[in-house]
């Protein structure tokens, strides 16, 4: 709107200012009509999320999810590689139980690294911006609380996922291997928020990681919705079901844990036992691919 508005004055302006001009036989150019300035009619709180609401959410999640990484790395491939996870076998625990002490522990490494991360920011902030302008963040102790609340969901999916992947590795440095592109799969969504004009909607609400990103940007700026964080936390928890019940599927299987080679499919009983697909089957495949290629290019 103020570009819009500064083009039209610009033309009023050169009008007025060469009627005048020969109105009062100056030279053409000799003075301007008006000056313009802009105000931002922003709210401070508003100003400020905009500014430092995007890097917060983005720091925080990215920083924080290495803090579940290497722990996820000791708990599964670094007991293959002690010898450990054959005696842990032999316990009379039934592997839901071993999945979800494992599980606890990363998650709650994770959320120690994540608390840790945003006092740290807190403190930095602080000392970037004394007095007003720390005040002009609105980054009390509530709201830190709320972002931190905000996290919880998004440690809980990233931890069951690092397990579950972990568990397919033999070695400590064949997990850093497996790990690493689940890391980046988790950080690519958060770097999002960082785009001009992703928003938090009915949409991106849905998008894992995102989703919470946006929602801490979101109570930054103070304008959360309720019903968007409803959906953002519900999306959140399904996800983590899924990624817990991922987790005790693979630990279910004693050859993976024992440090054989099975593939994805196989583990979650995907795998197909042979024989040729029939020639309706190929049809309807094929014309159902050309349906989800036309729409989804659009």
């Not at 005048?20 to 922003?42: K, N, P, T, W, Y």
């Not at 980054?139 to 609380?145: F, I, M, T």
């Not at 309720?226 to 990624?243: Q, R």
Request: with cysteine; glycine share 10%.
């Amino acid at each position: 709107a103020y570009e819009r508005l500064r083009e039209d004055l610009a033309g009023w302006r050169v009008e007025v200012v060469r009627r005048r001009e020969q109105e009062r036989g100056l030279a053409e150019g000799f003075s301007r009509a008006l000056e313009m300035s802009a105000i931002d009619v922003a709210r401070p709180q508003k100003v400020s999320g905009h500014v430092f609401g995007t890097a917060v959410a983005f720091l925080l999640i990215v920083m924080s999810l290495l803090g579940g990484v290497y722990p996820s790395i000791d708990l599964t491939a670094g007991e293959k590689e002690r010898g450990t996870m054959e005696t842990l076998l032999c316990a009379p625990l039934r592997s839901t139980e071993i999945i979800l002490g494992k599980f606890l522990a990363v998650w709650a490494l994770c959320t120690v690294a994540g608390l840790a991360n945003l006092l740290s920011i807190a403190a930095t902030l602080s000392r970037v911006l004394p007095g007003q302008g720390w005040e002009m963040l609105s980054l009390g102790p509530g709201a830190l609380v709320l972002i931190f609340l905000l996290f919880l969901p998004v440690s809980f999916l990233t931890s069951a996922v690092f397990l579950a992947v972990g568990v397919f590795a033999k070695d400590f440095k064949d997990g850093q291997n497996l790990i690493t592109p689940a890391y980046m799969l988790f950080a690519l969504p958060a770097g999002l928020v960082l785009l001009p004009g992703v928003e938090l909607d009915a949409t991106t609400a849905f998008v894992p990681v995102l989703n919470m990103a946006l929602l801490i940007k979101s109570a930054l700026y103070g304008e959360a919705q309720g019903e968007l964080i409803f959906l953002s936390l519900s999306a959140s928890a399904a996800y983590g079901m899924l990624a817990i019940l991922f987790a005790a599927r693979v630990f279910e299987n004693a050859q993976v844990l024992l440090g054989g080679r099975e593939s994805l499919r196989s583990v979650l009983g995907l795998e197909r036992r042979g024989g040729l697909p029939s020639p309706a089957f190929a049809c309807v495949c094929a014309a159902a691919m050309l349906v989800v290629l036309f729409y989804g290019s659009l």
